[in-house]
């Protein structure tokens, strides 16, 4: 413990050896694959590397590497249950390298490969399981302003401080209403100490955000316009990812798509497809083609009101449920006017509504709408003003953090979505 009493959590030389990525990465490696490896050649298999044996090591380490970086990322962001998507992530990875080493007609072991694969299962599990203690922040909070607001979460402890001291107790940083009038003097030498040995202090917004997913934006001042401007290098890169997966999937869906398209006509008279004018990608309307899931003879509100709206067709209510209506919207996304993943786009008349009741809506539009979303996993659907306010507010969160982790998460969030049915209405 430091003679002032000012001592960072897991600062200690030996915790941050333990805990710190280059340590994950070195032991995981040896242990996910240098034990295949010797396994299936045997001790001093690395004197001899014919190309089937370099292929498969490299394999392994780039598929471990990107499992172990990829959940590092994405625990970053709030309500990413990380056990949940140790499964998915590792299998992706390395079918990833797999159908790279198929396609390019590379040699390769699939013992060691597959040996790999369920060292590296065994591997995050374990190390999730273990550091699941150490992984909880633990934050101090300073009990002036608007940090009443603050509720804890599995992955956040927040302890309330008394008076200025962390008397002896070891946190992750320290929470403050730095705009508050009412921070006293003794109050900012004690943020002011905290901060000279390398505790970090938080303003109240930013870990507002970190624990609900949200930005608030009652003041969109207190957001600066460059933090919600979404990367324009990751932008190209996305669109390049999107058209690329969407001409993979597409023979794929096809067959899906024809079977719902005939069981719709069978269930109920009119056309399969319902196509419809939303706001897309920076204000400019497009048109969404999505499977019809109602009567087409039965009118109503410009949304859908609940579970029960009597519109529904018996084939739209199970096709809404395993979301194959929106399985359409995959030309969107082939013609540029969609994306995979984004704020979900709305009706003109919707739009108009919220443009006129909901604060600084149309900045939704600075990245193309997906076909799910932040707000979809999160919060799922919202009609009336007070849920699209909240829903504005995932949004903004996901522009802000707008990147291919925050992506990845919401595409494994999406497939939970599909099992469990929530947020489909």
């Known amino acids: 413990m430091s003679k002032t009493g000012y001592e960072r959590r897991h600062s200690r030389w030996y915790e941050a050896l333990l805990l710190g990525w280059p340590f994950q990465l070195l032991v995981g490696v040896l242990i996910t694959v240098g034990m295949p490896s010797l ?27 990107g499992v172990l970086w990829t959940l590092r990322r994405m625990h970053r962001f709030p309500g990413a249950r990380v056990s949940a998507f140790i499964a998915p992530t590792v299998s992706s990875a390395y079918l990833l390298v797999v159908a790279v080493l198929f396609f390019t007609r590379e040699e390769y072991t699939r013992q060691v490969l597959f040996g790999s694969f369920l060292m590296s299962l065994g591997w995050f599990y374990l190390a999730f399981f273990m550091g699941r203690r150490y992984r909880r922040m633990k934050l101090a909070i300073v009990p ?7 509720r804890p979460t599995p992955d956040i402890e927040l ?18 209403d730095l705009h508050d009038d009412e921070l006293s003097p003794e109050w900012e030498r004690f943020l002011a100490r905290c901060t000279l040995h390398h505790i970090p202090v938080y303003h109240v917004r930013q870990i507002q955000e970190s624990l609900t997913g949200r930005v608030r934006i009652e003041h969109l001042t207190e957001n600066e316009y460059g933090s919600l401007l979404p990367s324009l290098s990751y932008q190209g890169v996305k669109r390049c990812i999107d058209f690329i997966a969407a001409l993979l999937l597409l023979p794929l869906l096809a067959p899906i798509m024809l079977v719902t398209a ?4 069978l269930d109920s008279p009119g056309r399969a497809l319902f196509i419809q004018q939303r706001m897309g990608f920076r204000g400019v309307p497009f048109k969404v083609y999505k499977f019809r899931s109602m009567h087409v003879e039965k009118k109503g ?26 399985l359409p919207q995959i030309f969107n996304v082939l013609k540029g006017e969609m994306s995979f993943i984004g704020p979900r786009p709305e009706s003109m008349e919707l739009s108009e509504w919220y443009e006129r009741d909901v604060a600084f809506f149309s900045y939704r539009h600075v990245v193309r709408p997906g076909i799910s979303g932040w707000a979809q996993v999160e919060q799922g659907y919202a009609a009336e003003v007070d849920g699209m306010t909240t829903k504005l507010q995932y949004d903004f969160y996901y522009i802000k953090h707008f990147s291919l982790w925050l992506d990845i998460l919401i595409a494994f969030k999406t497939l939970k979505t599909i099992v469990t049915g929530f947020g489909a209405r």
């Not at 001899?48 to 380490?61: E, G, I, Q, W």
């Not at 302890?159 to 929470?175: E, F, H, I, K, N």
């Not at 005939?262 to 006509?265: D, L, V």
């Open 144 to 150: 002036i302003g608007r940090v009443d607001e603050l």
């Open 262 to 265: 005939i069981f719709i006509r």
């Open 159 to 176: 302890r309330s401080l008394p008076q200025p001291d962390l008397a002896g107790v070891r946190y992750d940083g320290v929470v403050a």
């Open 39 to 65: 396994e299936r050649w045997g001790w001093g298999f690395w004197d001899y590397l014919p190309p089937v044996r370099s292929n498969t090591l490299l394999a392994c380490m780039l598929a471990f590497i």
């Open 301 to 326: 509100k410009g949304f859908t009101e609940g579970e029960n709206d009597p519109r529904i067709t018996r084939v739209g209510r199970l096709i809404r449920k395993c979301r194959l209506d929106e």
